[in-house]
């Protein structure tokens, strides 16, 4: 399958995912949906049935036909008029995982003391991201946020949320506070940047690169012009070298003193196109620079950003109590799995703050990792 076909798969994936969550009836034939809209979604259409076309060309004799640019502009539209918090949970059968073959454990035995699950909210930001130089472009950014700690959620990938199950969610009012939410957007546009940063490096590249080559074309130009200036100042030059040449090889005072005239008169007309030359390069110079700056400004990359829906995400936490134990130290151990992503969350070294997969205990009974065994910070 080539690159082509890959990217049409996933979109219908994508679509079908999104014609679910909406509610709506569907089925795909030859690159056409043919959709049945909820009444909620039809008003906006004006139309609760569609036929949502993948592929040019278009057929025009059917007036139900609506190419996918124009469907997805429309959402596009209907997220910014009405600014909906959707509300969702991944309905995706549990992986188990053996967290204790998933950890080492240094010099401590491991039991499991029970475990419980419980449903955890992440807050997904939807953005439209567009830029105007050198060519149009524009794309869709999800930013997974935790909407308590504030952190990105790594393991929310777009991958996951196209091939999980997602079923709709009705929310309480309330579920978050607006003074939880303004926080979070701040959070997320500092990782939307983060990863624009990214995703734009050959973009602006090629943007430097498209500039550098008009700014030569600029100066090549007027680099022409103030050549052609300065060979007719050379050219007067040579023509007093020449009359000088006459003066020595002059057989008559008369012949002479016209010469010497000719000389005097070239002089002053050089002196003055010198003149004339100087403030037309100073003009030169500066319309150089007007012309280098206008390009410099429409070179300019635009960024906009569009906050075009935020999603509300439901998935289930398990957390697992293990008990620790040696000769002389115990403690229980929490360690959480998600089963949507099949992932364990490392624990956390007590001394050092950071994760580890390789677990032991101190003296004083802190869980720490192997640096950290005869180190404890805790214990100073």
Not at 52 to 66: A, C, G, K, N, R
Not at 252 to 267: D, G, H, P, Q, V
Not at 335 to 348: C, F, N, R
């Amino acid at each position: 399958m080539n690159i082509f076909h890959q990217k049409l798969e996933k979109k219908k994936k994508l679509l079908s995912s999104f014609f679910m969550l909406i509610g709506a009836d569907f089925s795909e034939e030859k690159n056409i949906f043919n959709i049945t809209l909820p009444d909620n979604v039809a008003v906006e259409f004006k139309n609760s049935r569609l036929k949502l076309v993948l592929q040019p060309p278009y057929p025009s004799e059917d007036s139900s036909l609506m190419p996918e640019e124009l469907f997805l502009e429309k959402l596009y539209q209907i997220c910014l008029k009405r600014g909906k918090v959707a509300s969702f949970i991944i309905d995706k059968k549990a992986t188990s995982i053996d967290t204790l073959d998933k950890l080492k454990f240094i010099n401590v035995r491991a039991e499991r003391n029970g475990s419980y699950s419980y449903i955890k909210k992440a807050l997904i930001f939807h953005f439209q991201v567009s830029i105007n130089q050198p060519e149009n472009w524009r794309k869709i950014y999800q930013i997974p946020i935790d909407p308590y700690d504030l952190k990105r959620i790594d393991w929310i990938s777009e991958e996951l949320l196209l091939t999980s199950p997602l079923k709709p969610l009705e929310t309480r009012k309330k579920v978050i506070s607006n003074k939880k939410l303004q926080e979070a957007y701040k959070n997320t546009i500092f990782y939307l940047k983060g990863r624009l940063e990214d995703d734009l490096v050959d973009f602006k590249l090629r943007n430097r690169q498209h500039l550098q080559r008009t700014f030569d074309k600029i100066s090549n130009y007027y680099n022409r012009l103030k050549a052609d200036e300065k060979k007719r100042i050379e050219l007067l030059e040579s023509q007093v070298k020449k009359i000088e040449d006459k003066i020595k090889k002059h057989r008559s005072l008369r012949t002479f003193s016209r010469y010497l005239t000719e000389k005097r008169k070239l002089a002053i007309r050089i002196e003055e196109e010198k003149g004339k030359l100087s403030q037309y390069l100073d003009k030169i110079k500066l319309f150089e620079l007007k012309e280098k700056n206008r390009e410099k400004e429409r070179h300019e990359i635009i960024c906009n950003i569009d906050l075009i829906a935020v999603s509300l995400l439901h998935y289930r936490l398990i957390r697992e109590m293990i008990l620790l134990y040696n000769n002389s130290s115990k403690a229980i151990l929490n360690v959480y799995v998600i089963p949507s992503a099949s992932k364990l969350e490392p624990p956390i070294c007590q001394s050092c703050k950071k994760p580890t997969e390789n677990i032991g205990l101190c003296s004083n009974s802190h869980i720490v990792c192997p640096q950290c065994l005869n180190e404890c910070s805790m214990c100073k």
